[in-house]
């Protein structure tokens, strides 16, 4: 049986890029699909009063160190060389993410997050500014202009914040998470046992 695992995502996490990088291994070994449904990020902290870890533990002797260096060990063991903190983080997603709506009722939604992962985290842009999002997007094959009209649709702002609001009644707090039918998994770092899961559930 395949199995189909739903990520709640988010360009805004670079957790969520690292595991987009190694998400097409997983499905390669496992048979199984990875569901993308767009989110907002800040909304779910909003939700669920939780904090970005850089507030939630700025305090925290060690903490954020700690953070970077397990950062570091994911990137090293998937050589993912190509990944960068983008210097404007943090970086409002609501236009990358209402245009994440709008592309995924065109079936084009795994291409569109190819190039938003590859705009945020390996290029450094500054993907709320609506010029460089319309720049980029026109670049990667999408018609930009458009697809920046669209971020204003209403339809296309509730479709998010339904998202956004069904995520957080799941359970979600933050990102990445998954869902491998009703279990839940948080954080890159959790994609082991993702794995094990969907063996399981096979």
């Known amino acids: 049986m395949s199995v189909t695992v739903d990520f709640i ?20 070994r496992s048979g199984a699909t990875f ?3 767009p989110c907002l990020l800040g909304g779910i902290f909003k939700l669920t009063n939780n904090k970005p870890p850089m507030i939630a533990f700025g305090e925290v ?14 990137v090293d063991k998937h050589s993912l060389d190509k990944y960068t903190f983008n210097p404007h983080f943090p970086v409002n997603t609501l236009i990358l993410m209402r245009a994440a709506i709008a592309v995924q009722e065109d079936g084009r939604l795994a291409e569109y997050v190819d190039a938003g ?18 720049e980029t997007m026109t670049k990667a094959g999408f018609d930009g202009k458009n697809l920046l009209e669209r ?3 209403d339809a296309i702002k509730g479709k ?3 998202n956004t609001s069904n995520a957080v009644e799941r359970g979600a707090f933050g990102i990445p998470t998954f869902y491998v039918g009703d279990e839940m ?3 890159k770092d959790r994609l082991g046992q993702v794995e094990e899961e969907i063996a399981k559930q096979s």
């Not at 002797?61 to 994911?74: I, S, V």
């Open 185 to 187: 998994y948080f954080g």
């Open 35 to 37: 569901n993308y449904i």
């Open 151 to 153: 971020t204003q649709d």
């Open 117 to 134: 992962t590859k705009a945020m985290w390996e290029d450094g842009l500054k993907m709320d500014d609506p010029e460089v999002f319309v």
């Open 9 to 28: 995502f988010d360009f805004a996490s670079p957790n969520a890029y690292l595991t987009h990088q190694v998400i097409p291994a997983i499905e390669e």
């Open 160 to 162: 998010l914040m339904e």
């Open 61 to 74: 002797k060690g903490k954020l160190a700690y953070e970077q260096l397990e950062t570091q060990r994911f």
